[in-house]
């Protein structure tokens, strides 16, 4: 046994009856050891010992409770107590706990503000994003000026003939996309071989219209029973407008 150890068992039967006596509820020796050990570093074998030596010398009782000893202070040192002082402590309990769950709430809804604020930016950080945010407002305002005072703007006339352009050549593209792949389609119908070995081929490309690339060889455009290679717009992942 350390000398630390040693200290503590010998003023163990001191340390036990104070803590009895102030606890004033019943304690197994396990208990008793569990609830001090760390405070006070007793080892098991004293708090036992102690607990033994204590009821011994009637300065505590024990009673048995099944197959373990239970321990607690002598009741006859406590003064009696009328109804009405446990009625006014159990109030003055009730009270208590009340504050103290009204405390727990406070902490959460502090802890919970604390770490709003932990989480939000620093005085010199939103100084430092002010800078930058008037940085980028100069910026732009600086481009809206130039844009204004350029020139070279397009007009709502301009604008609709682009937009009605688009739709005629996306009209356009769309047409000769359906002609090309019904003439595909009805080729297939008496062709042996899969669509896709119809498509594939080793050869140049050439556009045949848009939407729709060829690839072919001299002898493709020779003899039409070789295979043909068709790139299909999904083929580059080009996709029609919307209309």
């Known amino acids: 046994m350390s000398k630390g150890r040693a200290e503590a068992a010998t003023g163990a039967p001191g340390i ?3 803590y009895l006596e102030e606890q004033n509820r019943p304690y197994s020796a396990q208990d008793v050891f569990g609830n001090l050990q760390r405070e006070h570093g007793l080892g098991k074998a004293a708090v036992v010992k102690a607990l033994e030596q204590l009821a011994q010398q009637g300065k505590i009782k024990e009673k048995m409770y099944g197959k373990q000893k239970i321990y607690f202070a002598d009741q006859d040192q406590f003064d009696v107590v009328s109804d009405a002082d446990l009625q006014s402590l159990d109030a003055k309990i009730v009270a208590l706990t009340a504050k103290v769950q009204s405390l727990q709430q406070s902490c959460r809804h502090m802890e919970a503000e604390l770490k709003e604020l932990n989480s939000a930016l620093t005085t010199p950080e939103m100084q430092k994003e002010i800078q930058e945010l008037k940085k ?34 996306c009209k356009e593209w769309r047409r000769r996309k359906r002609m ?28 045949c219209c848009p939407g729709i690339f060829v690839e072919a060889s001299l002898t ?11 790139e299909t717009d999904e083929d580059y992942n080009v996709k029609l407008p919307d209309p």
Do not use: M, W
């Not at 204004?148 to 301009?158: L, W």
């Open 136 to 169: 980028e407002c100069a910026g732009y305002t600086e481009r809206l000026k130039n844009i204004k005072a350029a020139t070279n703007h397009v007009t709502p006339e301009e604008k609709e003939q682009v937009y009605r352009e688009k739709q005629e050549y």
């Open 220 to 230: 493709c455009l020779i003899a039409p029973q070789e295979e043909v290679g068709i």
């Open 180 to 207: 090309a792949s019904e003439l595909c389609d009805a080729i297939l119908e008496g062709y042996p071989k899969s669509k896709k070995q119809f498509f594939v081929s080793g050869s140049r490309s050439f556009p």
């Open 16 to 18: 036990l009856l104070k």
